[in-house]
DNA sequence: GTCTATACATAGATAGAC
DNA sequence: GTCTATCTATGTATAGAC
């Protein structure tokens, strides 16, 4: 293994390093109130370094953005083992009452991003935002077409609705319990819904 | 009227115009990327004048949450008219789904500027923000208890969370069906709850 | 590839003339 | 009460030494 092979894998070992650190941080303090700064030093990298991975701000937002892509799809592969989709769906709704503290601080990482996002006039990356939510709600609009539900995406939006919803109203009123409700009222309404052929 | 009077009452609507115009561009613009001279502009007040009727910034946000509330205010008792409160909670829902166009474009005015706001480490502005929520919750569940309903507090919850999630998907997507689509189906559910007393 | 020093722009806030 | 000029701080971004 030569130098340059050692170094190439340290530097995007930096850049893996800031994206993550992007990602955290953009989600605990928002992109505006957020600097450059911040994100170097959470990702224990000089300031003046950032620039030579990433030209611009807006480029950290994107690769945060993408990282949140990342987990997302991470966290359907675990799903995937589940026995069937609505068991699936529930795992979904449980892991999101688990994190409802976070949730209660500073609501959903990738939907607190698209809010901030979409005031902006120029619709580069509020579009990216939009995109990674659309990736969740396909999948679970995928979920719900395999249980043989009528209107798989008209269920698929009411639950990421109802995701959104629980984790502005839990952060806007610093109120975990917020999110234990509102899950167990989705996870009786998963329930309750009639199943034609439950593991198609 | 002497000419004080007058002075005084040109004096305060300057206020209320930098109020209104505060509620209007921060709910468009958001709080970290609105400057002062945003605000002045709309409200056709110079720039330098903004800090005689406000020290900070941040009196000015508090303002813009101030009339948020008023303009809550105004619409439940607008809303007071309505036959039973099933009538007034549906013309609630009805008036979100007419909204739907400035939803999809920025959002609930109050739910995103709290979502804005609660990532401060500091909290006085995001308390506010929760206290004008925690205002629609309350007369929300009042109408629910008016009508006789158990857990008037958990239904008014899950009301309030539908509205705030449909308008930060409907914004992420950017699409107004989002709160077409939600909102009818909130309506129906206003209209399936069992009530023993219909009017009380 | 790494880091320091600094340029440049912007925005919040203040002083003081009118 | 009204407005202009300006101070000051901060944050993005760049130039260039190592």
Not at 49 to 60: A, G, I, M, P, S
Not at 140 to 154: N, S, V
Not at 157 to 166: F, I, K, N, P, S
Request: hydrophobic content about 40%.
């Amino acid at each position: 293994m030569t130098n340059s092979v050692n170094r190439r894998e340290r530097a995007s070992q930096k850049r893996q390093r800031l994206t993550e650190a992007a990602a955290r941080v953009l989600h605990e303090q928002g992109v505006e109130r957020t600097t450059l700064a911040d994100i170097a030093r959470e990702a224990d990298v000089p300031v003046g370094n950032v620039y030579y991975y990433f030209k611009t701000k807006d480029e950290l937002v994107l690769a945060a953005l993408s990282a949140h892509r990342s987990h997302l799809d991470e966290l359907t592969g675990r799903l995937a083992e589940s026995a069937g989709p609505r068991e699936r769906l529930k795992a979904l709704v449980e892991g999101w009452i688990a994190q409802r503290d976070t949730a209660a601080r500073y609501g959903c990482p990738t939907g607190t991003l698209a809010a901030e996002l979409d005031k902006r006039a120029d619709g580069v990356l509020d579009a990216e935002a939009g995109a990674v939510i659309r990736r969740l709600l396909d999948w679970t609009g995928d979920q719900f077409r395999a249980l043989g539900l009528p209107d798989p995406e008209g269920l698929a939006l009411t639950l990421v609705c109802g995701y959104q919803g629980m984790s502005l109203m839990a952060s806007a009123l610093r109120d975990p319990d917020v999110v234990t409700r509102e899950g167990n009222r989705l996870l009786a309404w998963l329930d309750s819904l009639p199943v034609p052929a439950e593991d198609a």
